[in-house]
């Protein structure tokens, strides 16, 4: 006899007889089961000291939430006047590599930071968007920005020094070669 489990309330069932001549027969049946009703999960059951506790709770974070978004938006207004005044001096735009930013935002080919903080976006396609980086909704972009950006900030700011320190040995050099002459000049005057 071989069963077949169709469905949780019926068997499929086949029988086989083998004949005296030698032959098999089959034959086929179904047998009704008593379906057993799915057991319904119980919500837990929650005392009202854990509720309050929990509504307690859930006040204490959308107080934090309240607290944390309003310095969020100081600390990255203090940043963006930072990152101006640094930038500046030092050049109109940093270029963001385009496998930085979200997948999301597209088909970007290139991107650029100003130093107000408005990233600048060409698409494949040829359309331009900019978008401003302080503006809560572009919060993580501006991470995700700022990532890319701060290690080439640090190469342009490196990169001034040298050229400081570099115009610095040129005019040293040349300011007491100048200072000799004036002297040795000022001596055969007198």
Not at 149 to 159: C, R, V, Y
């Amino acid at each position: 006899m071989c069963v077949t489990q169709t469905n949780t309330q019926a068997l499929l069932v086949i029988n086989q007889r083998k004949t005296e001549q030698g032959m098999i027969f089959m034959t086929q049946g179904t047998v009704q089961l008593q379906a057993k009703k799915p057991e319904q999960a119980k919500p837990p059951q929650i005392t009202l000291e854990e509720l309050m506790s929990s509504l307690k709770s859930l006040q204490d974070d959308i107080g934090q939430i309240s607290e944390l978004t309003s310095e969020e938006k100081r600390v990255v207004a203090v940043f963006f006047d930072s990152f101006l005044k640094l930038m500046q001096p030092l050049a109109k735009t940093i270029q963001i590599s385009p496998a930085a930013l979200p997948d999301e935002l597209g088909n970007v080919m290139q991107a650029n930071v100003d130093p107000k903080g408005n990233l600048m976006l060409l698409y494949q396609d040829g359309q331009v968007e900019i978008r401003n980086l302080s503006e809560k909704s572009n919060r993580d972009l501006m991470i995700c920005v700022m990532k890319d950006a701060m290690p080439k900030f640090k190469q342009l700011t490196s990169a001034h020094r040298r050229k400081i320190e570099d115009r610095m040995k040129f005019l040293s050099s040349v300011t007491n070669e100048i200072q000799k002459i004036s002297k040795a000049f000022s001596t055969e005057t007198d």
